[in-house]
Every structure is written in structure tokens, then in C-alpha cells.
């Protein structure tokens, strides 16, 4: 078949940190002839949702997804930043723009232990083998600890103290995070000591301006200051800016057609001939379609697994797809509580989501039920104005505090005849002692069983059935954990989300994982973890699958140095191109 029936030498869906580092790496070797589809739009520097109206609003829920949403955004024709999502035991937040996940990240770059990889991975891949790939990465994302405040008061940072102070009663080890913040070139990229200071900016060594970090605690929400190290601000940048890669955004794959000698689309085919990729066009309406030599499927856990399910079982386009798609998800053990109104300052506005963790038998004296990390976590000061005034614990307390800053209004009013000096005194009673700054968040992730199904509903729409019960003992011990914690800070109040109270029961994950998973073989997996053909789908040549969902397991800590790791693994498999950081910038 002749070379120009491809409009594209690769096509990769979906930009998250698979896609994003297989678009740039892919984009140095065929420059132009690559393009990066997603789903989600681009979000340039302030352009994240702060009021009440853009929140409401910054939801992902298409119109006939028929995909199982909260009730007040599922019938929405809304395509914002959050894809919320509700299923058996386990309901996700995960992201839609360009830049994916790492648009609300908490920007850890944490590398699990080598004991991880001995249950469940392919022979031949372990920690030894990904170690040069999580070098390259970690330099690439400028993953680093927060800076000493010793010089520079406003960085210190009260809740990384707390966890610290409560690390070392518990006889465990506090270590400060490597986190994909930016903090100044000398300081993120070269290895200073001194950062930039806060709020200042300059351009990053791949060319994107950023803001040195300004303690918003917004991470979580989308950085309006691009503070944080993105991958719209480093792979994608690079890919599309100095390498020529095309980016189409609002653009959301469909359906992946292995084509014939002729061009033509056949069923029968194995992707030798290349693919044809069919997709929505969210911005003129229209389905669309492109011809491409080899495929990088990106989409996360949930859209990889959807597509190439839909591609197997409804469009019947990809049938020797492994029967093993769909198993082996994880939710990367992730948990959530909070430790209310403790005695001890927490203080959780202010900096980075995320600055340390401490290990729960993870790292040193590994034990694989029960193994998670604990980390701070932050929120922005916009929910903890919503806190203030919506707990009800609190409540009481102000309307007091209040009645007493009118009883010295009238006071003053009727000793003197005047009023003035009253307001900042009210407004003192009011907000003092807050609820929100003695309210601490506990992040936890760990290796929970992995033994989750995905599958097609009805509707042809992705589901998920979560055994609970099989990881049960890590949750247990990631609450116990809670409650001493709650001890330390005296506080009277423990509690996870309030979905895991009976008798919903429901984990949320942020991190989920698998289906897709590498193997050895068909019988065991999706795609090759044999060297030859790096996250190659079994029974298909040039189809790749490079996200999340292609880790065989939990691994215990955040999962996107993993992920990237392997990322970086495949692309080099596919290019034959030895990465390095400077993303041939």
C-alpha cells in the first residue's frame, strides 16, 4: 500500500502522561506527521473555573454518553474539566483537557519499591528496568521537595510539619515529596537550593511560561498561574512547539479500524496495513475520520478500555483483542478522610496539594495487605469559605459569636453615639478560630487487591464491578491510621467521604488503573511486556495502549511516575529513539 493513503504516521488519543509522552517522543522522530487527539479543550494560563456559576459548569457529561453520572450534571450537555463518575462500589473523578490528569493532579512523583513489581508484572519488567525511564521523567517534570522556608517565611508550610509531628509518634518516617511544581529553573530544572520567588515568572527550559509557585493550594482545581509542571507545559509543548506534532482538541475517538492492502477497512486485518480512526468532532458536529500507520491509545483506564471494548464487542472492528480486557483493575487504594476541628493548626489552604508522605509499611518492612502511604493534602480557600459557612458544627459558634459582636455594637453605639470600628471587631468574632484551619485532610493510597472488572453495560458504555471486600485489610488499616490521627490532633471528629458510610460503601479513586494490563502473553494480558514489542496489543501490529490501565497492579504510591516511566519505555520501543530530558528541545 502506498505511503500516502496515511494522513498521519501515528496517531495518539488522549493526553494524559501515556499520551503526552508518546505524542512528544513519537513527534521527534515524524514531526509533523503525528497528531494528538483529545477529547477536552486547552486551558491557557487563568482560564480555570473560580466562580460558582464556571464550577457549576466544569463538568464532563455529553449529551447520549449514557454514561452513569451524578444526577444533576448527567443530563448536561456540559465538556469542562471533571469527569465524575459513578459505579459498583467505586465511583472516579478523572479529567478531560489537554494535559489530562496532570491538569488536576497533585503533582507527587513518588517511584514505588522494587517488591511492587514481583506479584502480577510481565517477566523481565521490574524497577530495575524502569529505573532509567523514571530518571529521564522526574527531570523532564522537575519533580523536587518543596523549598526550606528557613529564609522565606511564606513558604512555610503548617500541615507538613503536623504530618511530620504525627509521623514521629507513630514511629514512622516522614519523607518530603517530589513534586512536579515549578519553583524556578535553577530551582525545579537545575538543582539549586535557591527557588524563584513566589509569583514571579519566566520561561520554563522547554519554552512555556510559568509562575513560581504561589501556595494557592489550587492544584487540585486546575493551576491558574501554570505553577504547576503540566504536560501542556513540557511534553506536549515541546512535541507540538519544536517538533511540529499536530494537537485537534474537542475531539473524542470512537471507534479504531484495522484497514487492508487497499486501504480499506477490514475486520480481519492486524494493523500491518495501518488503521483508520473514526472520531467526533465536538467543534464542528461532525464524525470524522483519519488514516494513520500506528495507534497509541491513551485515553486513561476508563476511555482506553471503552474504546478497544467497543472496538471488540460492538463495532466487532478489533476482535482479537485480548479476553483478558477489562480485568485486573485497581483503584490504586486510594482513600480519603478528614480529622475535623483538632486541637493542633493544620492549616490545609495553603501550599502545594501535597508536600510529603509517610510509609505505612510500603517502602521499609513491606507487607502487601496492608501496605499505603499517607499524605497531606490541601484544599483552596474558596471551599473552606464554603465550610465555614455551611457545617453545620460550626454554626452555633457563629451565630453566638455574632450576637456577641452586636451586643458591643449597641454597646458602643449607646455609650458614645457612634458605630465605627465595629465592623472589623464583628468580622473578627465571626471568622476567628475557623473551622477550616484545624481541619485536617489524610490522602491515602496503597496496593489494594486489583481484582476489579470492567465491562460494557447495556448501553455499550463502560462499567465497573469492584469487589470490596478482597482489599478490605488495607482499608482497614488506612482507617485505624485515621483514628490515632485523630487522637494526636484531639480532634472530635473522624470521617472518610461520605460515600463509604453504610450503606452506600463506595471508594472514590483518582488513580485508577489496569485492564489493559502488560503481560507475557494473551492468556495473562492485553499488551506485550516483552522488549520487542513494548505495549504492542497481542494479535495487532501498531496498536499500543499506553496510559494507566496497561499497569498489571496497584503500586502503592502516586501512579504517574510509573506511568510515565513505562510511557517513556514504549515510546523508545517504538522510535528506537534513547530519551532524554531535554525532549530534543
Not at 507487607?367 to 493534602?377: G, K, S, Y
Not at 453566638?400 to 455609650?415: G, N, T, V
Not at 472488572?453 to 482497614?476: C, E, H, K, V
Not at 498489571?552 to 504517574?560: D, K, L, Q, R, T
Request: aromatic fraction near 10%; charged fraction near 20%; glycine fraction near 10%.
Amino acid at each position: 500500500m502506498a505511503d500516502q493513503i496515511f494522513d498521519y504516521e501515528a496517531i495518539v488519543i488522549g493526553s494524559g502522561f501515556g499520551g503526552s509522552i508518546s505524542f512528544c517522543r513519537l513527534a521527534q522522530k515524524w514531526g509533523n506527521k503525528v497528531l494528538l487527539l483529545e477529547r477536552g479543550r486547552r486551558y491557557p494560563m487563568a482560564s480555570f473555573a473560580r466562580s460558582p456559576k464556571q464550577i457549576a459548569d466544569s463538568f464532563w457529561s455529553i449529551g447520549g454518553e449514557a454514561v452513569n453520572r451524578p444526577r444533576h450534571i448527567r443530563d448536561k450537555n456540559l465538556r469542562g474539566l471533571f469527569d465524575i463518575r459513578n459505579y459498583q462500589k467505586m465511583d472516579a473523578i478523572v479529567s478531560a483537557g489537554l494535559g489530562g490528569g496532570s491538569l488536576i493532579y497533585a503533582n507527587v512523583f513518588l517511584e514505588p519499591p522494587d517488591a511492587v513489581f514481583e506479584q502480577g508484572w510481565p517477566s523481565g519488567l521490574d524497577k530495575a528496568t524502569l529505573a532509567p525511564y523514571y530518571q529521564v521523567a522526574k527531570q523532564v517534570l522537575g519533580a523536587r521537595p518543596v523549598p526550606s522556608w528557613q529564609n522565606d517565611e511564606r513558604r512555610q508550610i503548617v500541615r507538613t510539619e503536623l504530618f511530620q509531628e504525627f509521623a514521629a509518634s507513630e514511629n514512622r518516617n516522614s519523607t518530603l515529596a517530589d513534586i512536579c511544581v515549578f519553583f524556578g529553573n535553577d530551582y525545579s530544572y537545575k538543582g539549586q537550593d535557591a527557588p524563584l520567588a513566589i509569583g514571579l515568572q519566566e520561561k520554563n527550559r522547554y519554552g512555556a511560561t510559568q509562575t513560581s509557585c504561589t501556595y494557592c493550594g489550587e492544584c487540585d482545581v486546575g493551576c491558574n498561574t501554570h505553577s504547576k509542571n503540566t504536560l501542556d507545559l513540557n511534553y506536549i509543548h515541546a512535541g507540538e512547539h519544536q517538533h511540529g506534532g499536530q494537537v485537534l482538541t474537542d475531539c473524542q475517538a470512537e471507534k479504531i479500524v484495522p484497514l487492508n492492502q487497499h486501504g480499506d477497512d477490514d475486520s480481519s486485518a492486524s494493523g500491518e496495513f495501518g488503521y483508520r480512526i473514526e472520531f467526533q468532532n465536538f467543534a464542528s458536529g461532525q464524525l470524522e475520520s483519519l488514516k494513520t500507520r500506528r495507534v497509541v491509545v491513551s485515553a486513561g483506564t476508563f476511555g482506553s478500555n471503552e474504546l478497544l471494548l467497543r472496538c471488540r464487542d460492538v463495532h466487532r472492528s478489533l476482535p482479537k483483542l485480548s479476553e483478558q480486557l477489562g480485568r485486573w483493575f485497581s483503584g490504586n487504594g486510594d482513600f480519603l478522610s478528614f480529622a475535623v476541628e483538632g486541637k493542633k493548626p493544620a492549616d490545609p489552604n495553603y501550599g502545594p496539594v501535597i508536600t510529603q508522605y509517610t510509609d505505612y509499611n510500603l517502602f521499609d518492612r513491606f507487607n502487601r495487605q496492608q501496605a499505603f502511604v499517607l499524605e497531606d493534602a490541601s484544599y483552596p480557600a474558596s471551599l473552606a469559605w464554603y465550610i465555614e459557612g455551611a457545617f453545620p458544627t460550626s454554626t452555633l459558634r457563629k451565630l453566638i459569636r455574632a450576637l456577641k459582636a452586636l451586643i458591643a455594637w449597641l454597646k458602643k453605639y449607646l455609650s458614645s453615639g457612634v458605630w465605627n470600628g465595629s465592623l472589623g471587631f464583628s468580622l473578627h468574632e465571626i471568622l476567628k478560630d475557623d473551622l477550616s484551619s484545624k481541619t485536617a485532610v489524610l490522602l491515602c493510597m496503597g496496593l489494594d487487591h486489583g481484582d476489579g472488572t470492567l465491562s460494557l453495560n447495556a448501553d455499550g458504555r463502560i462499567d465497573l464491578d469492584w469487589p470490596q471486600d478482597t482489599s478490605m485489610s488495607l482499608y482497614q488499616a488506612i482507617l485505624a491510621a485515621g483514628e490515632r490521627f485523630k487522637k494526636f490532633v484531639k480532634s472530635d471528629w473522624f470521617f472518610p467521604l461520605p460515600t463509604w458510610e453504610l450503606p452506600i460503601r463506595h471508594n472514590v479513586t483518582v488513580h485508577p488503573l489496569g485492564g489493559c494490563i502488560l503481560a507475557d502473553s494473551p492468556d495473562k494480558g492485553v499488551v506485550s511486556g516483552h522488549p520487542e514489542q513494548r505495549g504492542q496489543a497481542f494479535g495487532y501490529q501498531g496498536l499500543y495502549v499506553v496510559d494507566g490501565s496497561i499497569l498489571p497492579s496497584a503500586v502503592g504510591a502516586n501512579p504517574i511516575a510509573t506511568i510515565s516511566a513505562t510511557a517513556e519505555w514504549i515510546a523508545e520501543g517504538i522510535t528506537g529513539i534513547k530519551p532524554d530530558a531535554s525532549l530534543g528541545v
